[in-house]
Structure formats: structure tokens, C-alpha cells
DNA sequence: AATTTATATAACCTTTTTGTTATGGAAGAA
DNA sequence: TTCTTCCATAACAAAAAGGTTATATAAATT
């Protein structure tokens, strides 16, 4: 079980990183922000293939940050976002390091809101 | 410029949550929690060669969530905990959904909380 | 000057990821 | 029944990731 002096595996933060490490999926996740959708809604904002999306759609459901449901033909996706609260957990370690308060994070965050994104911005 | 209906991509987010999804690195960085280390002191937890430590550590800078120093003949490397607000600010849209106001995603985090893992409480 | 220590880089291999096209199946529409 | 729509899966290829060993380099030690 054990593998090295101070820390055991965590697969589940593998697999929900690597999920969001993608620009795709980050962009599927916030589209199904604003409600739930099918995989053609889904796959329409990209020039990739629709079996593409059908596997982005896999890993998301893997990383279990989405969940599928079935509405006749369709297999409509739904944000189910359990797990990215595992991600903010983790990185909730290193407020410590970034301030006894936060506000070293509140800061970076102030900043980075007077400069939006498109990305950030999705709605 | 414009790639598709609803978002510009954030390559910055690609290489963060990237850079997280490998448990090697994630534990780097909470050992770094601790302060400073130098490449040998890093790898020797791993069973792993020194090379792939130290290719770890540059996917690692690359993200910018360390910074390497120049001690004599070592190279040690530090938090630089920036980006890390970048990949919290993105999930931080998600709270919205999660309630208007982190019920949620407190839930979840006791919850966690009560149940910790080793790498949670990597100190 | 020669050796040791600390680290980086190169060359290589294997596995995983991410896309493609082709095809199949299930459900609704005609 | 036949056609169409929605989606999944298979087979494939290219690229990226993650490890290895061998070697180079720079600084400290002897």
C-alpha cells in the first residue's frame, strides 16, 4: 500500500485534473453550467467530430463531473459537481501557504477579475 | 481568434490543471508546503530515477506553481502558489451552481473533512 | 588536478490521449 | 416498414506523457 514516505495515491484528483486540463471539457462544463444538454448542443461551438465529444463527454462522466441521463434519442449530460469540490479541497491545503487568511488568494483573484477572460465569462 | 460560440481557450489552465493531475507532482508541491527542497531531497521519497523528478519539476515550473533557486551546486525549488488561484478562480464559477452561497460546496468539504485521506493531511 | 556531488539533457521506449472515419443501433417520424 | 436523427463504438494514426539509462556540466571537495 504504501509507495513513499509522505503521501498515499489520491486516483480520483488524477482523473478530475486531467479532465479539466482540457480546453474542451472545461468548455462543456461551462456550458452545462447554464442547464443540461444534448451531445449534438454540446458538440455544435466546435469543428471537432462528434464521437470527439461523445468521448470528452466519457472522461468528464469518468472524473464523475458530469452525469448522463436519457431523454428518447437523446442522452442528455448534466454538471454534477461533487468532484470539483474534491479539486478545491485539495488545493484548499495551500491557502496556508499563500496566507493565515486568505487574502493573499484574494488578492490574485481581485486581479484576475479586473481583467476577465472570455473563458472566465462564459455566461 | 475566435475558436467557437463560447469561449476563447486559457492554455494556462491546460498546463495548471495539467501539471496537477500527476500524484508525483501533486505531492512535490505538498511537500513544498513545507518549504523549500532541493532536487535530491524531492525525489527521494519516489522510486522514481532523479531525471524524471527533475522533468517533473518543469512540467511544474512550466505551470508556474514553483520557482527554482540556485543554491551552490543545488537547484531547490519553492511554492509559487499564483497559478493555483488561477485554477481555483476557474472553479470558483462553478459555485454558482453548486448555491448561491458555497452551501454546497461547504457540505462536501466537511463531509471530506471527516473523512480525511493521507494526502489531505500530507503535514 | 582529480574526484565527488547535484542536477540537467539526450536518446529511447511504452502507454495514454486525442483526434479521425466508418459503422451500428435505438428511437422517433413518415 | 423505411427513413432520419441522435449517439456510441471500433479501428486506426499521430502526438504527448512519463518512465528509463547514459552522459554532460558546474560547483564543491580533496
Known amino acids: 500500500m504504501e509507495e513513499n514516505g509522505y503521501t498515499h495515491q489520491q486516483p480520483d484528483l488524477d482523473?478530475?485534473?486531467g479532465a479539466l486540463a482540457?480546453?474542451?471539457?472545461?468548455a462543456i462544463l461551462s456550458r452545462l453550467a447554464t442547464g443540461q444538454a444534448s451531445v449534438n448542443e454540446l458538440a455544435a461551438p466546435f469543428q471537432?467530430?462528434?464521437p470527439a465529444v461523445s468521448r470528452h463527454l466519457k472522461v468528464l462522466e469518468k472524473a464523475g463531473l458530469i452525469?448522463?441521463?436519457?431523454d428518447e434519442q437523446r442522452r442528455p449530460a448534466r454538471?454534477?459537481?461533487?468532484?470539483m469540490a474534491l479539486a478545491v479541497n485539495w488545493l484548499d491545503e495551500f491557502r496556508a501557504f499563500?496566507?493565515?487568511s486568505f487574502d493573499r488568494l484574494d488578492d490574485v483573484l481581485v486581479d484576475?477579475?479586473?481583467k476577465p477572460t472570455e473563458e472566465q465569462n462564459h455566461e
Open 15 to 17: 482523473i478530475i485534473f
Open 22 to 26: 482540457d480546453p474542451t471539457r472545461r
Open 48 to 50: 471537432m467530430s462528434q
Open 67 to 70: 452525469q448522463r441521463e436519457v
Open 79 to 83: 454538471l454534477r459537481a461533487d468532484n
Open 98 to 100: 499563500w496566507g493565515t
Open 112 to 114: 484576475l477579475q479586473s
